[in-house]
């Protein structure tokens, strides 16, 4: 199969059909994501050109030193460590490919070290920023209703904005108060969804959502765009930033600042770790610990405040 595949390639360079081959393979074999072949493909590319400007444009003459040499080129880019260790890991994960694949023998980049993260932690908003940014939509408008049903969404589930965009109404357990959830990996989840959300959500499907509805664009997604297509995840970041900066919202506000905001927000009120591990759908619970690592910070904070003798 590799063999007929190679044969229908246009490209020339053995490296850029290793790619090709490899991103194949992560759509068929791994079933990732379009949005995660496109960063691999955007990583690779980048990568690939830079050994072609060193006439290397097989991968068996890819050697640590120019691996290495790669590295310190995307430092004198100042690229940030983060998207550097991104870059590391779609090349950890080609060179895994082709060792299985026989094409290497010997792992080149087995020596290059990731670079150190400074530990951040996530932007979080206070329970009074979350209903200013839900304040703002114009719930006299069917766009208003469908933007604020989504944020109540975003806040009461903690979902990711992929997952967000890819909700269904069947995904809705009305009765039951539940949100049927496909994760990461075609994972399934049931997150409880509130009251408030759950509200919102039914005002948007009577009022609003059949408004937005296109005959063979908008299957049975939860919430459209004005052109009866699902949302798209630029679409859902751009109302964030457009609700928070009305809110005045001084800090750097994204989608997921919802999801982190929805973790934090139950670890203090007592939540138990586990099950907001659960709800998040956080395979390792240690993902989740970060959150508690915000909730010290906040604890810091109150006691900075209000001890006498700070």
């Known amino acids: 199969m590799q063999k007929k595949i190679h044969q229908?390639?246009?490209?020339?360079?053995?490296?850029?059909?290793?790619?090709e081959q490899f991103l194949l393979f992560l759509k068929l074999e791994k079933n990732v994501s379009l949005h995660t072949l496109q960063s691999y493909s955007?990583?690779?590319?980048?990568?690939?050109?830079?050994?072609?400007?060193?006439?290397?444009?097989?991968?068996?003459?890819?050697?640590?030193?120019?691996?290495?040499?790669?590295f310190d080129h995307l430092k004198s880019q100042y690229l940030s460590p983060r998207s550097q260790a991104r870059m590391l890991s779609t090349l950890r994960s080609f060179y895994k490919y082709l060792l299985g694949e026989g094409i290497l023998s010997d792992n080149p980049i087995e020596l290059i070290d990731a670079p150190k993260l400074a530990k951040t932690l996530p932007s979080v908003l206070t329970i009074s920023e979350i209903d200013w940014i839900l304040q703002q939509p114009d719930i006299t408008t069917p766009l208003g209703i469908r933007d604020r049903a989504l944020f109540e969404t975003l806040y009461a589930t903690g979902v990711r904005v992929s997952e967000a965009i890819n909700i269904k109404q069947a995904d809705l357990l009305i009765n039951d108060g539940f949100l049927l959830v496909f994760g990461k990996g075609s994972k399934e989840r049931f997150v409880p969804i509130g009251r408030s959300a759950l509200e919102w959500i039914q005002r948007y499907q009577k009022e609003s959502r059949l408004q937005f509805v296109s005959k063979n664009k908008s299957g049975d997604y939860l919430f459209l765009s004005v052109r009866g297509t699902k949302?798209?995840?630029?679409?859902?970041?751009?109302?964030?930033?457009?609700?928070?900066?009305?809110?005045?919202?001084?800090?750097?506000?994204?989608p997921h600042t919802f999801r982190h905001s929805f973790a934090t927000h139950l670890l203090e009120g007592g939540a138990d770790l586990r099950a907001v591990q659960e709800m998040l759908g956080h395979t390792d619970i240690s993902t989740t610990q970060i959150y508690t690592h915000i909730d010290r910070e906040y604890l810091k904070e109150?006691?900075?405040?209000?001890?006498?003798?700070q």
């Open 231 to 254: 949302l798209t995840r630029s679409m859902v970041f751009r109302l964030v930033q457009k609700y928070s900066k009305a809110a005045g919202i001084e800090k750097e506000v994204h």
């Open 42 to 70: 955007f990583d690779l590319s980048h990568f690939i050109t830079f050994l072609g400007r060193r006439s290397v444009n097989d991968a068996r003459n890819s050697t640590p030193e120019i691996i290495a040499s790669f």
């Open 8 to 19: 229908q390639s246009s490209v020339s360079s053995p490296l850029e059909v290793e790619k």
């Open 302 to 309: 109150v006691h900075r405040t209000f001890h006498p003798r």
